[in-house]
């Protein structure tokens, strides 16, 4: 799995023999298309495969094992070529990567990134590599973007009801994905995605990427937290008993504890429990308790909670006119939420009187697994090749059957018209304001962005 001449598509074996023999350097391009999902992408993760996997050369044992099995699985392979990479490049593979600064708000349809290849002798390596590069890049930006779409949502509703908006914004939604992900590998780089826009997580994956690849000390928080078998453990009818040990075990002065409350009847732990029996207990303890319904429907049910929460607990009226709990309790929802459910809690929150405050999300794998490619419709494609005299043609795709999957001709440049990225061509255009700037070239990575950096790029957007 680890080695890159096999990190491809079977069929991109036998490209060399495919390209027209005039081809010396071949350019392409990624870009997520116009799309029905986000008109704007936040583009992000190019560099953790800089570092793992350009960064590690292809030796002689990766060339010989990769030879045998393309020869046993029916594809030619290029054993000239490879050498070659070996030899005179000491495994790392000769191209050369442009890319727009990652954090940057990108408009659809504009190439966050261009790759070319360096040795003439080897043209077919860009797009020999689209299967792994193009897999690296949509996923933690099509997660990016989703979380920056939630954060938008998030955001509208805090302005609307909340007197601390910049206070209360970056731990409104948590990662609680990491189960859920295909891989350990999808979790730190999904998880590390949503932190570009929040601060609360329990992927912990995405905490140790975050501090591999962009050298983020501390990237994301969390909190003591009840799952259901350190609650039933305890049986139905010491339900109280085990409330009141995590009140116990977690109090301190700024103390947070979340405790899942559905085990049996989530409204009689609300009103006979937490807003019952271990009310003054509550009331009195330093800290705030976070009750977490897990189970009906994704919307009334923690409405309902925050309802009986302050019926039982009171609360304020905030200077917007939006009431906030008693600061000894709020609410989590983490069961259904997606950028729908998401949505709709917090126009129904509103409807109902109560800050946003009062209630932090969760999202788990409609956060880091449930999107792909076709979300944020990523593509990678050729678009220029220079011939044996050094003229660059234009290369593209036009489609009668689906014009919307046409490709860009040309190479390109990205530049700032009216305060917007747009895609030019770069004969068009003064490359001093090409904002693709080379971050890579021949094993060497030229360009290493800090996630402080890639947060505050994208919280300027």
Known sequence: MTNMILATDSYKHSHFLQYPPEARVISAYIEARLNDFSDQVLFFGLQPFLLDYLGTPVSAADVDEAEAICAAHGVPFNRTGWDAIVRDHGGFLPIAISALPEGTIVPAGVPLLQVENTDERIPWLPTFIETALLRAIWYPTTVATLSRKCKATIRAGLVKTSDDVAGQLPFKLHDFGARGTSSGESAGLGGMAHLVNFMGTDTLEGIMAARRYYGADMAGFSIPA????????????????????????????????????????L?????????GTLREKVRTRQGTLVVRPDSGDPIETPLRTVRTLWEKFGGTVNAKGFRVLDPHVRVIQGDGMTITTIARLVDRMIAEGFAIDNIAFGMGGGLLQQVNRDTLRFAMKANALRDADGVWRDVAKTPATDPAKGSKAGRQAVVREGGRLVAARRHAVDLAHDELVPVWRNGELLVRHSFAEVRERAEEA
């Open 226 to 265: 009840a799952e259901h078998s350190t609650m039933t453990s305890w049986g139905r009818t010491r339900e109280e008993a085990a409330y009141a040990n995590m009140l116990d075990r977690f109090e301190g002065e700024g103390n947070i504890v979340a405790v899942v409350s559905d085990s049996y009847d």
């Open 267 to 275: 409204d009689a732990a609300l009103t006979e429990i937490w807003g």
